[in-house]
């Protein structure tokens, strides 16, 4: 029959759903304080969902429920766990409507990339993880004699943003899940209730008590005790530097392991001989997507002078191209920026970018027409950046496009490494050879080669100050290992 909701859904004030409880060790319960955060619709601008600020307390929970199943999941057989999880990625299906309505609301991205994209992005992990950990190896016998085994870390705190919320919660929970690890799930206070939906379809899948944990709260009191706490073995954390400075100090005091997927400022270095109408909408899809939310957007371009009014033309295009509107809006090409706070950095940037003297070729401060209430932007464009600007420098998180001249490959190439930043780039050439030659110079954690699709079975994460994780594909599940010597001739 019909899954029973099993969501502590009430109705705290007329029309406002609100979630008050947190899951701990296999229940709904209530957590200690009884303060909730509002949810906002970024369409409107109006609160749309209410959930509970849990605190130190709950963390204590959390983290002894996680501790006391570590040990019976961790001696499970793989095949246990992977029954379990498949049963996951079965009732997550049935979730998946639901989470991208409230997609549109509280991330405010588009009802077609939430259906598309960031609901599946569940079954893109979740499912990759279960082919690709037959692949692990738990243990190995050395050529001398000793037996390397590798165990699951232990309890895993996650600390996930707001951007891709359903995917970084995925990146995360389940590789680790799988390979024995416990989970203390601490997802971001701004899109919360896709991930109550994700963890009721971990209830419903009858993972076993206590080895997936789900609080909700904010970062500085309920994601920082996570990170403190001496009974989590590791850090998993996704959002930005300075959260993930802050994450790693915090964590340094038990000196438990600290992994980060951080922020980003990357490059589409597009080489003399660049098929440019082609390229230019391409890689300025990654920093439309989503808003220009995305950690990966590569919102810096940079452009030979020989072929920069060319370059700075299409981009024109492809920003007057875009069409901002309501989530919910079949013409929508993109929606509004998450929160309020976002909109305002935004602002603050384009202005910036003005006063320091980047020409504004397209877009620029204010709302659309016609969109005052919600927190939308317009797709903005600025050529003659120097890449000492504050634009090119920090991370806008907003489809603000900056595009650099350049005169030698020798240049492009320093520029693009000039940033503290180094999750990702991009290098457009006719020649694959040439483009892979270029690719290698950049200090990056990935490089898109002519193109912008990213495979599951490869790993994400940064150089620098992008962070030190490795998620995805094979990578992405053996984070969560630890290893063990068996010396002598076991
Ligand atoms: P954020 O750092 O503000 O918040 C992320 C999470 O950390 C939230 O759950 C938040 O509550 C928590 N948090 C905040 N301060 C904390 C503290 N002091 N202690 C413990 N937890 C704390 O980031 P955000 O605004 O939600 O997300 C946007 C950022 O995430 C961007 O910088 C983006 O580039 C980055 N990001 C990186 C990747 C990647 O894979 N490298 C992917 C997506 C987003």
């Given at each position: 029959g019909a899954p029973v909701p099993l969501l502590p859904r009430t109705m705290a004030s007329a029309a406002?759903?609100?979630w008050e409880k947190v899951y701990i060790n296999g229940q709904w319960s209530r957590p200690s304080s009884a303060?909730?955060?509002d949810v906002i619709d970024s369409n409107t601008g109006k609160v749309c969902?209410?959930?509970p600020a849990a605190g130190v307390a709950d963390v204590d929970k959390a983290v002894a429920a996680a501790r006391e199943a570590f040990v019976s999941w961790a001696e499970k057989s793989l095949d246990e766990r992977k029954a379990v999880l498949q049963k996951v990625l079965e009732t997550w299906q049935g979730k998946k409507a639901q989470a991208a309505e409230w997609l549109c609301k509280e991330l405010g991205c588009t009802a077609t990339f939430?259906?598309?994209v960031q609901v599946n992005m569940v079954d893109f992990h979740l499912g990759t993880s279960l082919k690709l950990v037959d692949m692990v190896k738990f243990e190995e016998k050395m050529a001398f004699g000793s037996l390397v085994v590798r165990e699951p870390i232990g309890v895993v705190g996650?600390?996930?943003?707001w951007n891709y919320p359903l995917n970084q919660i995925a990146a995360k929970v389940f590789p680790a899940m799988l390979v024995g690890c416990t989970i203390v799930l601490k997802p971001s206070e701004v899109t919360p209730v896709c991930a109550y939906l994700l963890a009721e379809a971990v209830h419903e899948a009858g993972v076993p008590p206590g080895v997936f944990n789900m609080l909700m709260g904010d970062g500085p009191n309920c994601g920082e005790a996570v990170a403190a706490h001496p009974g989590v073995d590791m850090v998993s954390f996704t959002g930005s530097t300075r959260a993930g400075r802050r994450i790693s100090e915090v964590g340094a005091q038990t000196l438990k392991v600290?992994?980060?997927e951080l922020g980003g400022k990357s490059a589409a270095l597009l080489l003399e001989d660049a098929d440019l109408p082609k390229l230019v909408p391409k890689f300025m899809q990654t920093?439309?997507?989503?808003?220009?939310?995305?950690?990966n957007a590569l919102s810096r371009m940079l452009v030979p002078k020989t072929r920069y009014d060319e370059a700075v033309e299409l981009a024109k295009k492809v920003a007057e191209k875009t069409v901002v509107s309501f989530a919910q809006d079949e013409k929508a090409s993109i929606g509004p920026l998450s929160s309020q706070a976002q909109w305002e950095k935004v602002q603050g940037y384009i202005q910036t970018g003005i006063k320091e003297g980047a020409r504004l070729v397209t877009g620029g401060s204010g709302k659309p027409d016609g969109l005052s209430d919600g927190f939308f932007v317009k797709p903005t464009v600025f050529a003659d950046v120097d890449n000492k600007m504050t634009i090119a420098q920090e991370e806008i998180f907003g489809p603000v496009l900056s595009i650099i001249p350049y005169t030698t490959e020798e240049e492009a190439v320093r520029i693009a490494n000039d940033t503290v930043y180094g999750l990702n780039n991009a290098v457009g050439s006719a020649s694959p050879e040439k483009a892979v030659a270029v690719a290698r110079k950049l200090r990056s954690g990935m490089v898109m080669i002519n193109d912008t699709s990213v495979m599951p079975d490869a790993p994400f994460g940064g150089y620098?100050?992008?962070g030190n994780a490795r998620e995805w594909g094979l990578m992405g599940l053996e984070e969560y290992l630890v290893t063990k010597t068996l010396a002598g001739k076991p």
């Open positions: 406002i759903p609100t303060n909730l955060f969902a209410r959930v939430a259906k598309t996650c600390i996930t943003p600290v992994r980060t920093l439309m997507n989503n808003s220009g939310q995305s950690c620098k100050q992008s």
